[in-house]
């Protein structure tokens, strides 16, 4: 309206959420698949692995005949793939860090998350499809993010550490909004997330 009784263009920007800013950062090469082509993709790559490597992920896996069943868990699959690249973490990353862990007793069964995740990606590569989660990953690893201009951020209290990555790369452009005193200012970080210490008590 100001700009209107003004005279003078408006531009507005283009509004998103934390969930979708990732894609403006970075430039993907193929496609992405959907869930439901995430699932299947899972559900054929732990009908594709070995006996021994399927029991070591699941009980009743190897005798499971229902698709059904092998979908339910080809899902917390997803859940589990999409948690942990949100905090910049694949399966062979944590197997990594187990190494530092001499009593951690999932060793085998991580070695196992690794070969199927292998598989499950290689099953979307032949398609000509990209995992958007690793496509998050490889971005930050290859330095492969730009910014698309001015990002302003408003109301991000808690922001997963792979997004984070991906804005720390672009900082300079980066405004962080926070509904807060200036006083309160040191609890929190520099793109507006909450220091849950500088909040404990």
Not at 41 to 63: C, F, H, T, Y
């Amino acid at each position: 309206a100001h700009a209107t009784s003004s005279s003078v263009p408006f531009l507005a920007p283009t509004t998103t959420t934390i969930g979708s800013l990732p894609e403006k950062l970075y430039q993907p090469q193929f496609p992405f698949a959907d869930e439901l082509t995430q699932s299947l993709a899972w559900v054929k790559a732990l009908r594709a692995i070995d006996e021994e490597d399927l029991s070591l992920l699941a009980p009743g896996l190897v005798e499971a005949t229902e698709d059904a069943y092998v979908l339910r868990f080809a899902d917390s699959l997803v859940t589990l793939h999409q948690e942990l690249t949100g905090e910049l973490l694949s399966f062979s990353r944590v197997l990594d860090l187990s190494a530092k862990m001499p009593a951690f007793p999932e060793k085998d069964r991580w070695r196992a998350l690794v070969r199927l995740q292998e598989h499950y990606l290689a099953l979307l590569d032949a398609e000509g499809l990209w995992d958007r989660q690793t496509a998050r990953l490889r971005a930050v690893e290859h330095e492969e993010c730009s910014s698309p201009g001015t990002i302003i951020l408003v109301g991000t209290a808690d922001i997963n550490r792979t997004t984070r990555a991906m804005l720390e790369a672009v900082a300079s452009s980066v405004t962080s909004l926070v509904f807060s005193p200036q006083e309160q200012a040191h609890r929190f970080d520099s793109i507006g997330c909450l220091l849950p210490a500088a909040w404990k008590d």
